[in-house]
């Protein structure tokens, strides 16, 4: 948003740099949805909470000025074609803002077309706009939630990018020299066919696969991947521009990739692969389950995610159990796990939670050198050190949307 704001389009209005902030906010609070002419005029330009908003157009005339804005910001040359970046639009007649990540490969070219039209294959991380069935609405109004209870201060985080980038410590420093890393972001299309249709999660093969695409019928035809609708959830979405920005001051290049268009060759070479989200939204992440010594499980029955602890040391539970997703306040628990790919040539770090905050959580630390730096010191863990593998797992405290309370709990650390 800094990006945006800070743009020739943006600086030299004041109004539309103060409307695209409030959106924003708005929109990643969770409350988006909720806004109205009347009650952005009364919060943001001061007017009576019941002025008459057919005879003041302020807020009308500022919306389509940050749309216009924002359509000739994305126009510039470079910037509607660049893989990975986060891009917003305003769509007409709406105060609620639509953020999508540019897929790897295709150009982004909706975002310069008319006020209002749809871009085609782009990753949207927006409210989608049809009716679902009440079944499929209850364990998707329980994604949202999960997905929205940590963005508060996700929107905070967004666009700081730390003086000191923290390469040297762990875990960034395990990728050496190499300039390209690959982010797997989550597949809520996916999510949403394993909890409300299927009821199971997949293989990496049937994720990969055609067959389930299909199976979504006509009331979920819309969250198929067959439809065009590529849907990541929005904290994946915030972790992926965070990190990204934190290697491109290193003068690496992030490559954002959707879960179904990563490959398995990627996996076995040099470059280093940042995976987001559990198996229940990155069916990726089963890959390295073998690998590891805490594991995020899938009640099959709920659905419902748990730590498992595979070699407790005295004093260690053999599982750690969250609260349920909707609590407040509540616990969560997320790994950031370093280990070997399937060669043994490059990396792969795994950043994942128990529900959207514990990801959330886990993502923050990595992208936060100081706290990361304190956090390895508490554990024994030396921040410069070479290892051969690395897991943390995290304890998080939420209250409503807030998860800045977290603490690695655990650890274990091969080599170093």
Known sequence: MERVLGSREFSASERSCALLRYLVESALDGSGHQLKERTIGADLFGRDAAYDTGKDAIVRVSANGVRKRLLAHYAKAGLAREPGRVQISLPAGSYMLEFHILPLGQDETALREAPGSRPSPSISVRKPRWMWPAAAWAVIGVLAVACGLLVWYNHQLLSRVPPAPGMEFLPWSQFGSQKVVRIGITDVNYTIYSNVIAKRGLTLDEFLGEQWTGNFGAELAPVSPRSGNQFTSVVSAVAASRISAMLETTGRTALVVPAR????????????????????????????????????????????????????????????????????????????????????????????????????????????????????????????????????????????????????????????
Do not use: C
Not at 345 to 358: H, I, R
Not at 360 to 386: F, M, Y
């Open 261 to 416: 268009r990563l490959q398995m060759e990627q996996f076995k070479g040099e470059q280093p692969v940042i995976l987001l989200g559990s198996s229940i939204s990155n069916p990726w992440a089963e890959v390295f389950r073998e690998n590891l010594t805490f594991t995020i499980e899938v009640e099959p029955a709920t659905r419902f995610q748990y730590i498992e602890n595979h070699a407790p040391v005295p004093g260690e539970p053999a599982r750690w159990q969250p609260t349920p997703v909707t609590a407040s306040p509540g616990i969560a628990y997320a790994i950031l796990s370093l280990i070997p790919n399937l060669t043994g040539k490059g990396w792969v770090l795994l950043v994942a939670g128990t529900s959207a905050e514990g990801t959330s959580a886990a993502s923050e630390l990595l992208t936060d050198p100081a706290r990361l730096r304190k956090e390895l010191i508490a554990r024994g863990i030396n921040p410069t050190g070479r290892v051969q593998k690395m897991e943390l797992l995290l304890r998080v405290q939420s209250q409503g949307m807030d998860s800045r309370h977290y603490q690695v709990i655990a650890s274990r650390v091969v080599g170093g």
